[in-house]
């Protein structure tokens, strides 16, 4: 049964007019939610002042992590923004901001912006030339290169990260396709077989020792050719260890910053 009973409400202010509305939140917080999905969260970090943040309370480091784990999930805008925003909060020369850009590049290079990588591998070699993540900032400037139709500079890039890595198994593969390249098969061959050795067990490194055995052979390696991706490849997070599981067909590169 309905009750009966009048409820009595405060009859208020009223409102002024126009109405101009009310929020809880602070003008910084706003969002236009006709161009901003307040769902996402990166709106919330986007309209942040960021004049406010003091430098030093932010941890750079865990910037890195953030964008790394960007980059396990396939989300590389959102990678790209998080390597910058360790770089903007690095020390300018520090190693974190070194392998910031070692990694900012490599999340431009899978939105296909190799212009933008290759900045950021030569900004990463700026900071340190041989030192922690030099070789993969070598490896990875070869690859990018290679994607914009270099025909020299990669193969003297895959050499250095060779030289100075030589445990790194990309640098060794590299190192091979653009031997291959080049006709120069039987080297080649040395350098696939040094990464498998170090673990890179992929389809493409077996595919590409293959076809440059077809051609020391003199066979016909047409049919190897067609079957093979032929691809460099990138190092993800620098010094990153391999799977040495044989069966394991997966890019191997990425893991989480272990430090």
């Not at 903007?88 to 070692?102: K, L, R």
């Not at 139709?149 to 193969?155: A, E, F, I, K, N």
């Not at 051609?215 to 260890?241: K, Q, Y």
Request: with cysteine; charged share 30%.
């Amino acid at each position: 049964m309905a009750s009966t009973r009048r409820y009595r409400y405060s009859d208020g202010q009223g409102f002024g007019d126009p109405y101009e509305g009310f929020d809880l939140d602070p003008p910084t917080y706003r969002v236009n939610g006709r161009l901003v999905d307040p769902a996402d969260d990166h709106a919330l970090a986007e309209l942040v002042d960021e004049a406010g943040i003091d430098p030093e309370a932010v941890d750079a480091a865990a910037l890195v992590e953030v964008g790394l784990a960007y980059v396990a999930i396939e989300e590389y805008e959102q990678a790209v923004d998080s390597f910058s925003r360790a770089v903007a909060y690095a020390g300018e020369d520090s190693p974190t901001a070194c392998e910031a850009w070692v990694n900012k590049g490599v999340a431009h290079a899978q939105l296909g912006e190799y212009d933008e990588a290759i900045g950021a591998y030569r900004e990463a070699l700026r900071i340190d030339n041989d030192g922690e993540h030099a070789a993969a900032a070598e490896t990875n400037l070869a690859y990018a290169l290679w994607e914009l139709g270099d025909s020299s500079g990669p193969l003297d890039r895959a050499e250095r990260a060779v030289e100075l890595d030589p445990r790194l198994p990309q640098a060794w593969y590299n190192r091979g396709f653009f031997l291959a390249e080049r006709g120069l098969h039987e080297e080649a061959v040395r350098c696939f077989d040094t990464a498998i050795s170090l673990g890179l067990r992929d389809s493409s490194v077996r595919g590409e020792r293959d076809r440059s055995l077809a051609f020391l052979e003199d066979a016909v390696g047409g049919e190897t050719e067609a079957s093979v991706d032929s691809t460099p490849h990138r190092v993800r997070n620098p010094g990153a260890a391999v799977d040495s599981d044989p069966d394991d067909a997966t890019d191997p590169d990425v893991r989480e910053r272990g430090e």
